[in-house]
C-alpha cells in the first residue's frame, strides 16, 4: 500500500529502495508504520474505533490546524480502509526529533504548537462526532497490562499505590481540543511540498499521531514533561523553557500556579510509565534500568505524599 501511494500508475519508475528511503519506521501493538520514498503508510492498532478514527483524521485534515498537526494524505485508488482489522492511514514523510542531540530538541516550538492546538475552537458540526482524548484511558490501560504481565513483580504494588492517589477526571473537567499523548516523538518536520531550493530556514514541526487526539483537559498534554521535570528527569531549565513558551503563547491548559491543574496528570503519567517499565521489563526478562528505577521512586513518594 505505501508503495502504490508513493507512485500512481503512470508516475516514474521506483528508485526509493536504492536512496535508502524506504524501510519499516515503527512496529508496535498500537501500530506499524512503513516509509515509501516522501510519505508513510500507518497501520493502527486492532481494537481502534473506526468511527472514532474518522472523525480524528477528518480535524486533522481541516485548515484550522494546518499549521499545527500533520495533515493526513488520500488512500491509493480502490485501497481498503482497513488491513488485517487495523486501519491504516497515509502521511507526508517528517524528519523526526534526533534523539542523539538532546539539547537540540525542540522544546519551545512543542509547547507553542500545543498551545495552539489547545486554542483552536472546536469546529461547528463535528463536536458531537469527536470523542474524548485518551490520555486518561491510556493510564489506566497500562496499570491493567502491569497487572496481567507482573502482578507478583516487587514494584508493582508501590505503582498501585500511587495510583490509588490519581482521583478520576471530574466531569466539569475542560473540554478544550487535546493532543492526548504528548512526547517529543510525536514532532516531526515535514519535508518542502516542491523541489525548489531549501529555504535557509527549515521547515517547522508538525505534531503527529492523531490516534489519541480529541476533547479534553489540555493539562494532560502537559503531564509527561511535568512527570519527568519531577521525577528529575527534565532538567529545570528546560522544564522553565516549556513552561514559559506555553504560556508566552497562549496556552489555556495552566494558571498562575502550573500545579494546581498538572499535579493529578503529572501523577497519572508517572504510573503509567512506570506501569509500562514493569510490563516490559518483565516481558523481556530484564531488571529495570536507571530511568525506569527513578519512576518507581517517584510512584513511591506520590504514594507517601497524597495530595488528591
Known sequence: MARAAAHPPGGTPCGCAEEGLVGVLADR??????RHGALVVKAHAPDTDPEAHRARLALAARPDVAGVLLPPLPLPPAAPEE???RPVSVW????????????????????RLLARLHRTPLPPGVVDGLPAMRAPLKAALAVDR????????PAAATVLAARRTV????????????HGDFHLGQLVRPAPATS?????????????????????????????????????????????RFLGAYREAGGPAVGADPWVELDVPARALTVQTAALAVAKSTAEDRPLDEVEEVMIDTCARIAGHRTG
Do not use: K, Q
Request: charged share 20%.
Open 146 to 153: 502491569m497487572r496481567r504481565a507482573a502482578p507478583d513483580h
Open 92 to 111: 507526508p514523510y517528517g524528519a523526526p526529533v534526533d534523539p542523539g542531540d538532546p539539547d537540540a530538541a525542540p522544546w519551545e516550538e512543542a509547547a
Open 83 to 85: 488491513l488485517g482489522g
Open 196 to 240: 525548489v531550493p531549501a529555504p535557509s530556514a527549515p521547515p517547522a514541526w508538525r505534531l503527529i499521531d492523531v490516534d489519541d487526539l480529541g476533547t479534553g483537559d489540555p493539562a494532560w498534554d502537559l503531564a509527561r514533561p511535568a512527570a519527568w521535570f519531577a521525577a528529575g528527569i527534565l532538567p529545570p531549565e528546560v522544564w522553565s
Open 29 to 34: 501493538e498500537d501500530g506499524t508504520v512503513v
Open 167 to 178: 482521583p478520576a477526571v471530574p466531569a466539569n473537567a475542560p473540554r478544550l481540543l487535546c
